[in-house]
C-alpha cells in the first residue's frame, strides 16, 4: 500500500507520462491490488471546505481504490465540504465531484479523474452545467445502459455499469430517459447537480421487443403474427440444440422430438405440414445468416449452435411477417440473434450443468422374458398338435424350452444395450461494453453420452460477437462462432437389418450376454428363431465416428447519415467440413448373420460454403402524429457443397481399421451449388399510434428453377387498429389496450434440391470384351416448366392487454393456403422415367392459435407468471392435380400412409381389423382370403366385393392431434425460482409399424408380452386381437391392421427447475438448480415416445408422419447446475 | 470509399448479370439438352441402352421366364417371407400390384425410352461417319425390338411409343395400350433395319454387341412366334453358313473365361468387380442353408435372398440317361442340413468369385444350338421333317444323345420341345416354348399336380388359374 502510493507521488509529479508507461503502471497495480485484504464498500466521510486531495486520500485508505490524475486537471477544484455515513462508494464520489470542473471514471480498482471538457461557450444558449445522476430501478438495482438525452437535443449519454451518468445541460432543459422494459421518463433539471432517477417498469408485454425479418419491432406495433420465445421460461432446459428447447413455447409452432439420438434432429412445423415434395421445416436465420437446413437422424445444423450464446428467438408464423423471406418463407422462418454485450456491461458468466439420463420405464415395450417365452413356445406346439388334430408329445419340444420356470428372466437386451447416460455443459461469457465498444466472447462445452452404449455428441463452440463505434454514426461489428463437434453413431433406428434396437427387442431372451469365459456369445438365438449376431457386441464395437467443423461468421458495417437514414451491409459465411469413418469388423455380424462376416469399413468427407452479401437501407421518420419507416435491401447468396465418400471391403484383419486395409475399395463423389437473388423491401407507417400499416415486397431468382419461372414476387400487406386509442373507445383501467390485425401476404418454397428442372445425363455403363463400356442416359425427364411453390396465407389476430399488463392475450385465425405445391408425381414408366418433380395440387391449414399470459402474482418477495398456448390446426389436401392419391411406403413395398384429396395429408392406410374367426362356419359366410383357419383375421370387406384384396385398404386413422398446447408456470419466492414447462397434444394417432416384428407369432423372434394374449381356440379366444400361431399369422403383420393405430395424446412435463440465488458480495448473479426434464409423462400410449416419427432418411415426413418404427429412445433429464455473474 | 465500390459492384451483379449468375449447370453430371451432338455421345447412349439388360436379367426375367415354369421352382424357407412376391409367380398367385412384373415392364421400357432417345435425335445431326451411323441405329433398334418382344410376350397389349418422350404432357398421354399386332409390326420394323445396318462381326473389343447375327435371330425368333416358319427360315439359314458353330464342350457357353465364343450370337454381359456390372445370380440360386463355400469358396451363411430358381423333381426327371448337359447344368451335390434330402441347384453361373454377391458370368440370349432347334421346329413345322431331324440331332450328339430318326411331325414337335428344355435349362427360354407351342396349359397343370404332392405348403390358390399373360401392372393403369 505505502508502495503504491510512493508510486503515485513519483507519477503525479510527471505531467504527461508515455502511454505505455501509465499502462504498465495500471497492469502493475492491479496486480498488487489482488493481494491487498479487502476493504469496506462504503465510505464515512466527514470535512469542511477541504482540499480535494486530502479527499482522496481519505477515499483511498477507505474503499481500497486508488485515485489517478493529473494536478494540472484538478488544479481550479473547489474545496469539498461533505457529511456522509456509510455511503456507497459511487454516491461519495458524486457528491464529492458536484459542480467540481471535473470527472472520473473507475476502471477496475482505479478511479481515474479527468477534466470535463467544455465546449466554447455559444453566445445563443445559456450556460450549461454539468449534471451527475444515478439511474435505479423501483427496487434500487442500479441500470446500466440506460438512454439520457436531452430533449429536443441530438445526441446523448448512456449509465455506466453502476448506473451512473454525467452530462452537461441547460438547467432548463428536460432530461429524456429511456430504458428498454420501462417506461420513458422525462426529468427538468433545475438547479440540480446530482439527480436521483428511478424508472418503472413498463407493461412489458405490450412493449417486448420482437425481432422480425431484417429488423425488430415492439410487440405494441407488430401487423403480423411473430411468436417470441420467453428466454427465461427456455433457459433451464437442458438439450444439445436450442430447436428442441422450443416444445411447448409457441402457439402454432409444432416441435417433436422424434428421437433421443444425442445431437440429432428434431421435426419443427410452423402452423402444419403443407409441401409433399419440397420439405416442410422451417427456414432458420442465425444472426441475420439463413442456414441451409438438412435434419435427419442424427445431424441437426442448429446443434452446432450453443443454447448459452442464444438471446432471442422468434418464430415469424404468416406470411406478413415471412413474405420478406420470399421464397424460402412459406413453412415459417425462426430468427435465432446470438448475445452482444450491452453498453455499460461487464461480466463474466458461468452457465454449468451435469445431469443424468435415463429411459423411463414406461418408455421400454415390454417384451417376454425366458421363461413366457418358452411357455409361449410350448403352447404353440400344443395348439399347433390340436389344429393338426394329432396328440400333443411333449417330446417334440425342444429341451431348451421345456421346463420355462427354470429359465427365470433370461436377458433383456434392450436393457443390455442401454445405459444411464452423463450429460453435462460448460459455458464461459466474458461480456464488455463501453460506449465506442461491445464485446462477447463465449467458451462452451457440450457432452452428451447417448443412452445407447458407444453413442454420444460433444460440441466445442467459441463464439466472439464484437460491435465498435469507429467514428460517428458508423457501427461495425463482427459474429464468429466456429465449433467442432463429435459424434459416435450407431445403426438404432427402425429395420431389424439395421437397427439394433429392434434386433434387441427380437432376440430370444434365453441365451446369456457373455459366455462362462467372459467372450461375447456370438450367436444368438434358441430352438426355431432366427439365429443372430449379439447386440452388445454389434454396439460396442461397431465403429461410426462423426466429426464436423463449422464456423458462421458474419461482419457488418452500418452507417446513420441525415439523422433518419441507415444504411448497412453485411457479408455472412457459413463453413463446414465433416468426416465420417465407419469400420465393422469381421466379429460383428448381423441380424441373421452371426459372425464371422466380412469386414467392412468407409471414410467420407464432405464441405460446403455458404456465403451472403446483404446490403440494407434503412429510413425512419416520424412527424406530427405520423411515423414511417422504410427498408430497402438486395442480397445474394451463393452455396457450394462438395462431397466424397469411399468403402472398402476385404480387409486381411479387424487390426488396421482404415481404408487403406481394404483389398476392394469403391469411392464415388458429388459436387452442387446454388445461387439465390433476391430484392426486397418494406413500408412501416403509423398515424397517432392507432393505426398502422406494413407491406413487403420480395423479388428472388433461384438457380433452382427452370430459367422462365426462375424469378417469384412476393408481396404482402398488414394492418392494425388500436382501438382502444380511439376517443370513442371507453375510458377503463381495466383495458390498457385492445388492437386488431389482419394481414395477407404470399410466400414460397424452393427447397427442392439443385438440379431437378434440368434433364440430366447419367452414367449407365455396360461391358463390352468383358471391360468396363461407359454408357450414358437421361435419368431425369426435365421440367421447363417448375416453378415456386407459393403459399397464401390470411391471418387475423387481437391483441389485448388488461390490468397494466397483469392479463395479455393474442388470439389469431390463419388460412393458409399452399399452392403449385412442388411434389414428385408418377408417371407412366412407357415414357422411360418413373417420375418428375413437378407443381401440382394444393393443400390448405387452417386454425387459430391462443396465447394468454398473466401475472397472477407480483409481490416484492412472490412472483408467479404463467404463460398459455394452444393451437388448432386443421389440415386439408384440396388438390393433387392429376394423381389421385399419393401413397408413401416409407419401408416396405406396402404402403403405410396415403395422401388423397379431401383428406388430410398423410392419412394411416390399411385394413380395417373385424374380429377373429371364430369357427369355420364363420370363414365360410364371410368373405376371407385363401385357406383361412378358426382364430385368423377378419377383415371387413370395404368394397363390398366378397374378396378381401388390395382393393379393401382405406384409411385407417389420422395422425394429427385435435390441438396442441403449452403451459408455463414461473413462480418466485424470495431466493427461490421454480419453471414447470408442460406440453401437450390431443386427439394423434401413432402407426405401431414396429409390431409387424413384436408380434410376429411365428416363432423366430421374442414377442411382446401381450402375446400371451393371443387366441387359442374357440373356447380360450385371449383378449380377440392377436391371432392363432397355427396359420395364415402373416395376415397379423404383411397387411396393416388397423389396430396398429393408437391414440398419442399426452401431456408432458418437458421442465421442472428449482433454483436459488444466493446473494454473496463476489457476484451479482449466483445461482444453483436442480431440473427434471421429461420426467413425467402422462400418456396411455405404450410404444414409447409419443413423439416418435420415422427418421428422414426414409423420405418425407409430411408424406408419412406419425410412423412408430422404433426409434432412439427419448430419455428423463435430471440434472443441478450452476449460473454464476461476475 | 471501398463501401461504395463494393455496393456498385453488388449492385452491377444483381441487375445486369444475373441472368447469367442464375445459371448453373450440374458438375457430376450433363445436362441433357446440349447432349447428343457428337458420335462419342451417341455410343455412349448405345453403351446406356444395353444397361437395363443387365437389370433384367440380375433381376426378374428368370423368375418370369423359368421359375414361372416347369423348369425350376424355390427352396422353401419357413422363417422368412421375405420372398413371398417371387414365391407367388412360380405358383401364380401374382397380382397387378406385384413389384416384380411392375419391375420387369419398367426395365424393359427403360431401355426402350434410351433407344427412343437415340433414334429421335441420331437423324438431327450429322456425324459425317454412315458405318458409324448405320452401327449406332441397328443396335439401338435391335435393342428397342428386343425389348418390345419382351414385353409384347409376357404381357399382350402394352403401350407402343417410338419417339423421346419430352415432357410431362406427353408422357401422360403416351399411356394408352395398343394391340399386340401393332406392337409385334414395329417389332419387326425394327430387327429388319437391324438385319439391314448391323455389321456381321465386330473387333474382340467390342465383343457381346449385337451384330447382324443377333438382328437375323431375334427376327426368327419373332417370325417364330407368330408361326410365319418360312419367314423364320429365311432368317435363320444365312446362319448357318455364317462363322457360328456348337462348341465341342456344352459346359464352355457358361465359362467366364470363354464368354463370347463361336456359339454365342447375343448374351448379357457381366463382369465380376465393383463397378456394380456383375451378375448376382451365383448367390441367388446357391440353397439358403447351404454351408459356407458350398460354390463360391467363402461364407453365404443363410441369406433369405437365396435358395431360388431350384430345378423342380419334374424337370430332373426329364433328363435322358447319359445326357452331358446335366452335369454342367445342375449341382446335385448338396444335402440339406435341415431336411436330410438333396437340393439341386443351378449351375450354370456359378462360376467363382472373389466377392460375395459379385460373380463376373454372361447370360446367354441366343446361342447357336438355338439357330438349330429354331430351325428344326420351323422345318418340321413346314413339313420337312428330314432336314429338321438333322439339326436336332447336331444338338444331341454333343449332349452324348443318341440320334433321334422319327419322321413324324406331331413326335417331332414334342421331341424339339423336349430337346429344347434340356439344352435351354435356365435361360429363360422355357415359358416362351411353352406359351409358343400352345403347351403352356397342358403342361403346367399336370406340373401342379406333382408339385402339389411334394409341397404340403402350397396355398390353395397356387396353380389355379394357368395365365399365359402377366397382369397389366396396375400402377399403370392408375395414372390418367
Redesign the interface.
Known amino acids: 500500500m505505502r508502495l503504491t502510493s510512493s508510486f503515485f507521488k513519483f507519477y503525479k509529479s510527471v505531467s504527461t507520462p508515455a502511454p505505455l508507461v501509465k499502462f504498465t503502471i495500471v497492469l502493475l497495480l492491479c496486480c498488487i491490488q489482488l493481494s491487498v485484504a479487502s476493504y469496506a464498500q462504503t465510505i464515512t466521510l466527514n470535512a469542511k471546505k477541504a482540499d480535494v486531495t486530502q479527499i482522496f486520500k481519505e477515499i483511498e485508505s477507505q474503499s481500497g481504490y486508488q485515485f489517478f490524475y493529473k494536478y494540472r486537471d484538478i488544479a481550479n477544484a473547489h474545496p469539498v465540504t461533505i457529511s456522509l455515513k456509510n455511503a456507497p462508494l459511487e454516491e461519495t464520489l458524486a457528491k464529492c465531484f458536484l459542480g467540481e470542473p471535473f470527472t472520473y471514471k473507475i476502471v477496475d480498482k482505479i478511479i481515474v479523474v479527468s477534466r470535463i471538457k467544455t465546449a466554447a461557450p455559444d453566445p445563443n444558449t445559456t450556460a450549461k452545467v454539468t449534471i451527475t445522476g444515478l439511474v435505479k430501478d423501483e427496487s434500487g438495482q442500479a441500470l446500466p445502459g440506460v438512454s439520457i438525452r436531452i430533449k429536443g437535443n441530438s445526441g446523448g449519454t448512456i449509465t455506466d455499469r453502476d448506473g451512473m451518468f454525467t452530462i452537461a445541460a441547460d438547467p432548463k432543459a428536460l432530461l429524456d430517459i429511456s430504458y428498454i422494459g420501462y417506461k420513458r421518463k422525462e426529468e427538468p433539471i433545475g438547479n440540480r447537480a446530482l439527480i436521483n432517477i428511478i424508472l418503472e417498469q413498463d407493461n412489458q408485454e405490450l412493449n417486448e421487443v420482437v425481432v422480425v425479418g431484417y429488423g425488430n419491432l415492439e410487440r405494441r406495433d407488430l401487423t403480423s403474427s411473430v411468436g417470441a420465445v420467453k428466454m427465461a421460461s427456455i433457459n433451464g432446459i437442458k438439450k444439445a440444440s436450442v430447436d428442441l428447447q422450443l416444445a411447448g413455447q409457441l402457439a402454432g409452432v409444432s416441435v417433436n422430438q422424434v428421437t433421443g439420438t444425442p445431437g440429432g434432429g428434431v421435426v419443427v412445423r410452423v402452423r402444419g405440414s403443407a409441401s409433399t415434395g419440397a420439405g416442410d421445416d422451417p427456414m432458420y436465420v442465425v444472426d441475420g445468416f439463413p442456414i441451409t437446413p438438412s435434419f435427419d437422424q442424427n445431424s441437426n445444423p442448429i446443434s452446432s449452435l450453443n443454447p448459452d450464446d442464444i438471446e432471442s428467438i422468434s418464430v415469424l408464423k404468416d406470411a406478413a411477417s415471412t413474405a420478406i423471406y420470399g421464397s424460402r418463407g412459406a413453412n415459417g422462418v425462426i430468427l435465432i440473434n446470438t448475445k452482444k454485450a450491452k453498453i455499460g456491461q461487464s461480466s463474466i458468466t458461468l452457465n454449468t450443468f451435469t445431469g443424468i439420463q435415463s429411459i423411463l420405464a414406461k418408455s421400454k415395450i415390454k417384451m417376454m422374458d425366458a421363461a413366457q417365452f418358452a411357455e409361449f413356445r410350448i403352447e404353440a406346439a400344443q395348439d399347433l398338435a390340436k389344429f393338426n388334430g394329432t396328440v400333443f408329445d411333449p417330446a417334440t419340444i425342444p429341451a431348451e424350452y421345456r421346463n420355462p420356470s427354470s429359465l427365470g428372466k433370461g436377458t433383456n437386451w434392450y436393457n443390455e444395450i442401454t445405459r444411464p447416460a452423463l450429460m453435462q455443459n460448460y459455458s464461459l461469457t466474458v461480456a464488455n461494453g463501453t460506449a465506442k465498444v461491445r464485446s462477447l466472447f463465449t467458451v462452451g462445452y457440450f457432452n452428451q453420452q447417448g443412452n445407447i452404449l458407444n453413442t454420444d455428441f460433444k460440441r466445442y463452440s467459441l463464439r466472439a460477437n464484437i460491435e465498435a463505434d469507429i467514428v460517428k454514426n458508423v457501427v461495425i461489428g463482427l459474429n464468429l462462432a466456429p465449433s467442432y463437434n463429435t459424434r459416435n453413431v450407431q445403426g438404432t433406428d427402425g429395420h431389424f437389418e439395421n437397427g439394433v434396437l429392434t434386433q434387441a427387442l427380437l432376440d430370444s431372451p434365453i441365451p446369456p450376454v457373455r459366455l462362462p469365459d467372459g467372450s461375447f456369445n456370438q450367436r444368438i438365438g434358441s430352438a426355431g428363431t432366427f439365429i443372430n449376431n449379439n447386440p452388445v457386441n454389434s454396439v460396442m464395437n461397431t465403429i461410426n465416428k462423426q466429426s464436423g467443423f463449422r464456423t458462421l461468421a458474419n461482419v457488418y458495417a452500418s452507417w446513420q447519415f441525415l439523422n433518419d437514414f441507415n444504411i448497412k451491409t453485411t457479408f455472412g459465411a457459413d463453413y463446414g467440413n465433416s468426416n465420417v469413418d465407419t469400420f465393422k469388423p469381421s466379429f460383428v455380424g448381423g441380424f441373421r448373420f452371426p459372425p464371422p462376416q466380412l469386414a467392412s469399413g468407409s471414410t467420407a468427407a464432405y464441405n460446403s460454403l455458404n456465403w451472403l452479401s446483404e446490403n440494407t437501407l434503412n429510413y425512419s421518420h416520424k412527424w406530427g402524429a405520423h411515423s414511417l419507416v422504410i427498408l430497402g435491401g438486395f442480397s445474394v447468396q451463393n452455396e457450394v457443397s462438395n462431397g466424397r465418400s469411399a468403402f472398402g471391403t476385404g480387409f486381411p484383419d479387424d487390426v488396421v481399421h482404415t481404408l487403406n486395409a481394404a483389398t476392394n475399395i469403391t469411392a464415388t463423389a458429388a459436387k452442387e451449388a446454388w445461387k439465390l437473388l433476391s430484392l426486397f423491401s418494406r413500408v412501416n407507417y403509423a398515424y397517432e399510434d392507432k393505426y398502422l400499416l406494413a407491406a413487403s415486397l420480395r423479388r428472388d431468382g433461384s438457380s433452382r428453377f427452370a430459367p422462365t419461372h426462375r424469378w417469384g414476387t412476393f408481396p404482402s400487406v398488414s394492418a392494425g387498429w388500436r382501438i382502444s386509442n380511439e376517443s370513442f373507445f371507453p375510458k377503463t383501467t381495466l383495458i390498457d389496450q385492445l388492437k386488431f390485425t389482419a394481414s395477407y401476404g404470399l410466400a414460397g418454397n424452393n427447397n427442392i434440391g439443385n438440379y431437378s428442372y434440368i434433364p440430366i445425363v447419367d452414367k449407365n455403363n455396360y461391358v463390352f470384351g468383358d471391360v468396363l463400356a461407359p454408357g450414358s442416359g437421361l435419368s431425369q425427364l426435365g421440367n421447363s416448366n417448375l416453378g415456386w411453390e407459393t403459399t397464401h396465407q390470411l391471418n387475423v389476430g387481437m391483441d389485448l392487454s388488461l390490468l397494466k399488463g397483469r392479463v395479455y392475450l393474442i388470439a389469431e385465425y390463419y388460412n393458409r393456403f399452399t399452392q403449385d405445391m412442388l411434389s414428385d408425381i408418377t408417371l407412366p414408366v412407357s415414357s422411360g422415367f418413373s417420375s418428375t418433380l413437378t407443381n401440382v395440387g394444393n393443400v390448405r391449414n387452417r386454425g387459430f392459435e391462443f396465447t394468454l399470459t398473466t401475472k397472477n402474482m407480483n409481490q416484492k418477495d412472490f412472483t408467479w407468471e404463467t404463460s398459455f398456448n394452444i393451437s388448432f390446426n386443421r389440415n386439408k389436401v384440396l388438390s393433387l392435380g392429376n394423381a389421385l392419391k399419393i401413397a408413401a411406403a416409407p419401408v416396405f413395398e406396402n404402403a403405410t400412409n396415403i395422401t388423397e384429396v379431401g383428406q388430410p395429408l398423410g392419412m394411416f392406410y390399411g385394413y380395417v381389423f373385424d374380429g377373429i374367426f371364430k369357427n369355420q362356419h364363420e370363414i365360410d359366410t364371410s368373405p376371407h382370403f385363401d385357406g383361412q383357419v378358426p382364430g385368423t383375421i377378419r377383415y371387413k370387406d370395404i368394397n363390398g366385393d366378397g374378396v378381401i384384396d388390395e382393393k379393401d385398404q382405406t384409411i385407417i386413422g389420422n395422425p394429427y392431434p385435435n390441438f396442441t398446447f403449452g403451459l408455463n408456470n414461473h413462480l418466485s419466492y424470495k431466493n427461490f425460482d421454480l419453471n414447470i414447462v408442460m406440453a401437450g397434444s390431443q386427439g394423434g394417432h401413432l402407426f405401431d409399424l414396429y409390431k409387424q416384428f413384436t408380434t410376429n407369432l411365428d416363432g423366430v423372434f421374442n414377442v411382446e408380452q401381450e402375446v400371451v394374449n393371443r387366441w387359442r381356440s374357440e373356447a380360450n379366444p385371449g383378449a380377440g386381437i392377436l391371432p392363432t400361431t397355427n396359420a395364415n399369422t402373416n395376415l397379423a403383420r404383411d397387411l396393416y391392421p388397423s389396430y396398429w393405430v393408437k391414440s398419442n395424446s399426452y401431456i408432458a412435463f418437458k421442465d421442472i427447475t428449482l433454483g436459488y440465488s444466493f446473494k454473496t458480495k463476489f457476484s451479482r448473479n449466483f445461482r444453483v438448480y436442480l431440473s427434471a426434464q421429461n420426467a413425467l409423462l402422462i400418456t396411455g400410449y405404450k410404444g414409447g415416445n409419443p413423439e416418435v416419427a420415422m427418421d428422414s432418411e426414409t423420405g418425407n415426413h409430411s408424406l408419412s408422419p406419425g410412423i412408430n418404427f422404433i426409434g432412439y429412445p427419448v430419455s428423463a433429464v435430471y440434472a443441478i447446475g450452476i449460473n454464476l455473474t461476475l | 470509399m471501398s ?1 461504395y465500390i ?2 456498385a459492384l ?2 452491377v ?2 441487375f445486369s448479370g ?1 441472368k447469367n ?13 446440349n ?1 447428343f451432338k457428337t458420335k462419342d ?1 451417341f455410343l ?8 437395363p ?2 437389370d433384367l436379367f440380375n433381376g426378374q426375367f428368370w423368375e418370369m421366364g423359368e421359375m414361372r415354369s416347369d423348369n425350376t421352382s424355390y427352396q422353401f424357407n419357413n ?1 422368412d ?1 421375405s420372398g ?2 417371387r414365391q407367388e409367380i412360380d405358383e401364380f398367385r401374382e ?1 397387378d ?1 406385384s ?1 416384380e412384373t ?1 419391375s420387369f ?2 426395365s424393359n ?2 431401355g ?3 433407344c ?2 437415340i433414334l429421335t435425335r441420331l437423324p438431327k445431326v450429322v456425324l459425317n461417319d454412315t458405318k458409324a451411323t448405320d452401327m449406332i441405329a441397328g443396335q439401338a433398334s435391335f435393342l428397342r425390338a428386343y425389348y418390345y418382344f419382351n414385353l409384347v410376350r409376357m404381357f399382350g397389349d ?2 407402343l ?1 417410338l419417339e423421346e ?4 404432357d ?3 398421354k ?2 394408352q395400350r395398343k394391340p399386340a399386332a401393332d406392337i409385334y409390326a414395329a417389332i419387326i420394323a425394327d430387327a429388319t433395319l437391324a438385319v439391314d445396318k448391323l455389321p456381321e462381326a465386330y473387333a ?6 449385337a451384330g447382324k447375327g443377333a438382328a437375323r435371330i431375334l427376327l426368327a425368333d419373332v417370325f417364330l412366334t407368330l408361326h410365319k416358319y418360312d419367314l423364320a427360315v429365311l432368317q435363320l439359314r444365312p446362319l448357318l453358313t455364317s462363322f457360328y458353330h456348337l462348341n465341342a464342350n456344352y459346359a464352355d457357353n457358361f465359362d467366364t473365361k470363354k ?2 465364343g463361336p456359339e454365342s450370337i447375343f448374351e448379357i ?3 465380376e468387380g ?2 456394380g ?1 456383375n451378375s448376382i445370380l451365383a448367390d441367388r440360386f446357391v440353397p439358403w442353408d447351404s454351408p459356407d463355400g458350398l460354390i463360391t469358396g ?2 453365404i ?4 435372398g437365396n435358395g431360388w430358381n431350384i430345378p423342380t423333381q419334374d424337370f430332373l426327371d426329364a433328363y435322358e440317361p447319359g445326357d452331358l448337359r446335366r452335369a454342367a447344368s445342375v449341382g446335385e451335390d448338396y444335402i440339406s442340413d435341415a431336411t436330410g434330402k438333396m437340393v439341386p441347384y443351378v449351375k450354370k453361373y456359378t462360376s467363382p468369385h ?3 454377391g459379385i460373380s ?1 458370368n454372361n447370360f446367354p440370349v441366343y446361342r447357336y444350338a438355338n439357330v438349330l432347334l429354331m430351325l428344326a421346329e420351323c422345318l418340321n413345322e413346314l413339313g420337312n421333317s428330314g432336314e429338321a431331324l438333322q439339326y436336332l440331332n447336331q444338338v444331341r450328339n454333343r449332349a452324348g444323345l443318341a440320334q433321334f430318326s422319327n419322321t413324324n411331325t406331331s413326335d417331332l414337335r414334342k421331341v424339339i420341345l423336349q430337346e429344347r428344355r434340356m439344352e435351354f435349362a435356365f435361360e429363360n427360354q422355357r415359358w416362351f416354348d411353352l406359351l409358343r407351342t400352345g403347351t403352356a396349359v397342358t403342361v403346367m397343370t399336370a406340373h401342379a399336380v406333382k408339385e402339389r404332392q411334394i409341397k404340403s405348403y402350397l ?3 397356387a396353380y389355379n388359374n394357368i395365365r399365359l399373360l402377366y397382369q397389366y401392372p396396375q ?2 393403369i ?3
Open positions: 463501401k463494393y455496393i453488388i449492385t451483379l444483381t444475373c449468375y442464375l445459371n448453373i449447370e450440374p458438375e457430376i453430371s450433363q445436362n441433357g439438352a447432349y455421345q455412349k447412349a448405345v453403351n446406356g441402352a444395353y444397361a439388360l443387365q422363417q417371407n413371398t412376391l397380382i400390384l413389384d411392375r415392364f419398367q421400357y427403360t426402350i425410352g434410351r427412343n432417345v402394352v403401350p411409343v418422350v419430352t415432357s410431362k406427353q408422357a401422360i403416351i399411356n474382340d473389343s467390342l465383343k457381346g454387341r464368354k463370347n454381359q457381366y463382369m465393383p463397378n456390372l467363402f461364407p451363411d443363410h441369406d433369405a472373389a466377392v460375395r463376373g396355398s390353395q390358390g400402377r399403370e392408375n395414372i390418367q
